[in-house]
């Protein structure tokens, strides 16, 4: 179950990152923003992952969505990451917009990756370590994350995805992924899986996170049912 994929070549290809200081402005004029918008037409990119906490989930599409103070009942304003999985799972998370937060898009040879921190997580987790925030995010260090793949790298995890009746991929913190094959090999990783999407537990991310719910789910059906793309939330 472990390494389950093969790392593409690393060669000496440079890591960029980029800022979106506009970034919450342009969400709430817009309302939503297509995470594909983040990489330009000439990226080499066929599909992408949302990271959660170590836990990754295959996806054909996925969005930001403005969530102003009142919707489904919250007083904090709010925004969520949904997406369109492959096969028969779900995923969505919603983030708290009162807190400091940046955005950032970081362009490797594997791929691209957009991430985002709060403030709060970077001194909690890695201002030991790094001097900035950006740092921290070009070494790969954040917490809720899509990455952007291409060719092998990402057609194995979408054969994954469509041929698994489990939730997602697990990255451990050594750098090894799991592909578990079923919802209970999946849950058999208890210790590597977030709390918030451990059924057994009530607590969640630290606070410092920013996550103020969240949930992943898989068609009991499994793959043989799915029809294609999940649902987003």
């Not at 594909?36 to 990754?56: C, F, K, M, P």
């Not at 950006?134 to 990402?154: C, N, T």
Request: with cysteine; glycine share 10%.
């Amino acid at each position: 179950m472990a390494d389950g994929f093969e790392r593409p070549p690393q060669g000496e290809f440079e890591r960029e990152v980029k800022t979106f200081p506009e970034f919450f402005d342009r969400l709430e004029a817009d309302g939503a923003l297509d995470f594909w918008d983040a990489v330009n037409s000439e990226t080499e990119i066929e599909g992408l992952v949302y990271h959660h906490r170590g836990v990754q989930v295959p996806s054909y599409d996925g969005r930001f969505v403005h969530e102003p103070s009142g919707t489904s009942g919250r007083s904090t304003p709010a925004f969520s990451a949904e997406f369109g999985t492959v096969g028969p799972r779900s995923v969505w998370a919603t983030f708290d917009a009162s807190m400091a937060w940046d955005v950032y898009l970081v362009l490797f040879e594997e791929g691209a990756a957009i991430a985002w921190m709060t403030d709060a997580e970077f001194e909690a987790e890695e201002a030991d370590r790094f001097p900035s925030k950006a740092l921290a995010v070009k070494a790969g260090q954040f917490s809720f994350g899509v990455l952007f793949r291409f060719g092998p790298d990402w057609v194995e995890r979408e054969e994954w995805a469509l041929s698994s009746s489990a939730p997602a991929l697990i990255r451990l913190g050594d750098g090894r992924l799991l592909t578990p094959e079923t919802e209970s090999e999946f849950y058999g990783s208890a210790e590597a899986i977030p709390d918030e999407f451990r059924p057994a537990r009530d607590t969640g991310a630290p606070p410092f996170c920013g996550l103020l719910d969240a949930g992943l789910s898989v068609d009991p059906g499994g793959p043989d049912d799915a029809d294609g793309a999940g649902d987003a939330r």
